[in-house]
């Protein structure tokens, strides 16, 4: 998914929660010799403006971990997980004044101190990519693609705690919820068209 530069998409220096639902594909072929890097969400840019890169790490042997890994200009965390248990897992980062942690289905499973601090977090000039590089001068025209589905992704201005990811990630939003500034669902039917995000004045329940 290509999501056009947004404003709001620049998180500053403050709190934040990205969360994402994903389901890796089970039957994907094994990565080489250092894992197969698949992206899963990214705002680039190299410069003051910030970034985000959200990725997996594919496994190298059947018994082996994939890794889940996020950095942004003022965040870093990641977890070895197995993704390919043909299941849904949702993924929460959340970042605080003091660490950065990395939650998978509502369990805490790494935190981070934030030890550096480059710049903000995302930013309102570059798109948002999901799922992959989107370049049409270059085939593929996808590249690091995930191989899987990506269900959902929420974004907030605010460090959720973990009852609050516990509460809400099985459910849908209304859209409306205090700091919520980006929600995809993803649930569009058609194979191509424009994706929506329900942050809006309609209280519509997806």
């Not at 890796?24 to 698949?38: K, M």
């Not at 959340?94 to 790494?110: F, I, R, S």
């Not at 934030?114 to 999901?130: A, C, E, K, M, V």
């Not at 939003?173 to 004045?201: C, H, K, M, Q, W």
Request: some cysteine.
């Amino acid at each position: 998914a290509y999501i056009p530069a947004h404003p709001k998409m620049a998180l500053g220096l403050g709190d934040f929660t990205y969360e994402i639902i994903i389901k890796s594909n089970p039957s994907a072929p094994l990565a080489s010799y250092g894992g197969q890097a698949e992206s899963l969400l990214d705002i680039g840019g190299n410069g003051p403006e910030g970034y985000v890169s959200f990725w997996t790490n594919r496994a190298t042997c059947s018994t082996c971990y994939d890794y889940v890994s996020f950095r942004s200009s003022n965040a870093i965390t990641g977890i070895s997980t197995n993704l390919r248990d043909n299941k849904c897992h949702h993924i929460a980062v959340v970042k605080n004044a003091t660490d950065t942690k990395m939650y998978m289905d509502g369990v805490l499973l790494h935190t981070e101190n934030n030890t550096f601090n480059y710049g903000p977090t995302g930013n309102g000039i570059n798109p948002t990519q999901l799922g992959g590089f989107y370049d049409p001068n270059q085939l593929p025209q996808i590249g690091n693609a995930f191989n899987g589905s990506i269900k959902e992704l929420r974004i907030w201005t605010s460090a959720r705690t973990q009852a609050d990811i516990q509460k809400h990630m099985n459910t849908a939003l209304y859209g409306n919820e205090p700091t919520l500034v980006a929600y995809y669902p993803f649930d569009e039917t058609g194979a191509v068209e424009p994706i929506y995000d329900r942050i809006s004045p309609t209280l519509t329940k997806p």
